[in-house]
């Protein structure tokens, strides 16, 4: 089945399982899922039900979309995502982004849990993703360009949109949370960096580096669509300084910012209009 009908098959199924065209969609990533439970008028969609949909295999990812209310607006969430680490194409990760925009969302909110190479930073501290590496050593656009969602060579200078990331910034000082700002390198994983490998992340500078969501937002972007990067900061990745780490750590000190990242997004929700997707 080529790649075009399987975007359709599942937007079929999504659409007319939902009541409306979502305004915003959010990918929550590890440890960070619970946001979905401030959903109201809940519509639950499990990913094992969509046609041709990959499946998540994570520790916290759950593996469904739920659709409804959240500040106000109409959200669609995915509590759970897909990596390469997984054996995944970068056609699979994505082929959720490429619904989302068939469905008419035009603002992306992408999280995830990762670790941090600026000093300055700590554990639990949440950033505003500014910009992107990517070393995944793929992408997501290699192949025949789907033109009905965008040009064959899409311009990435400003791929986080700067609006957004104002009403961000506006909400957090809201809510007096303090945020940090930088630029996210994504790596493929499963293992996490040598010393080497993260003294060059520092010296090509990087901020934080994770395993996922630059894949989605390159798609997002060719899509046209707005997006906001946010990382929860759940180690310190300095090489100096490097204890062994495991997903299980990442993901209780994800959980340990999950009550400031649900606000920051809620506030963040509330304040933001669909037209800012425009």
Do not use: W
Not at 241 to 257: C, K, M, Y
């Amino acid at each position: 089945m080529s790649y075009i009908n399987r975007i359709e098959r599942a937007y079929e199924y999504i659409n007319n399982l939902i009541p409306c065209k979502p305004d915003i969609g959010i990918v929550l990533g590890s440890g960070l899922g619970t946001l979905a439970d401030y959903i109201e008028n809940r519509v639950i969609i499990d990913y094992n039900n969509i046609p041709d949909f990959p499946i998540s295999t994570v520790e916290g990812h759950e593996g469904r979309f739920i659709f409804g209310d959240l500040e106000g607006k109409k959200v669609l969430a995915m509590q759970g995502r897909f990596h390469y680490y997984e054996g995944y194409s970068m056609k699979d990760i994505t082929l959720p982004i490429r619904i989302m925009k068939k469905l008419g969302i035009g603002i992306l909110i992408l999280s995830n849990a990762c670790g941090a190479l600026n000093k300055s930073f700590k554990p639990g501290d949440l950033m505003i993703i500014k910009d992107h590496i990517n070393l995944l050593g793929d992408n997501p656009l290699i192949g025949e360009n789907l033109s009905e969602f965008g040009p064959r060579f899409p311009d990435m200078s400003q791929t986080y949109d700067a609006n957004l990331i104002k009403v961000c910034k506006s909400a957090a000082e809201k809510l007096g949370i303090t945020l940090q700002e930088g630029v996210y390198t994504a790596v493929s994983g499963p293992n996490y960096e040598t010393k080497a490998e993260l003294n060059m992340l520092i010296v090509i500078g990087s901020d934080a580096v994770g395993m996922s969501t630059v894949p989605e937002a390159i798609v997002a972007k060719h899509c046209n669509m707005k997006i906001l990067g946010l990382s929860c900061i759940t180690d310190m990745a300095l090489p100096d300084e490097l204890v062994p780490l495991t997903h299980e750590e990442v993901v209780r000190v994800a959980e340990l910012a999950k009550p400031r990242f649900v606000s920051l997004v809620k506030e963040f929700i509330k304040e933001v209009t669909p037209s800012e997707s425009l």
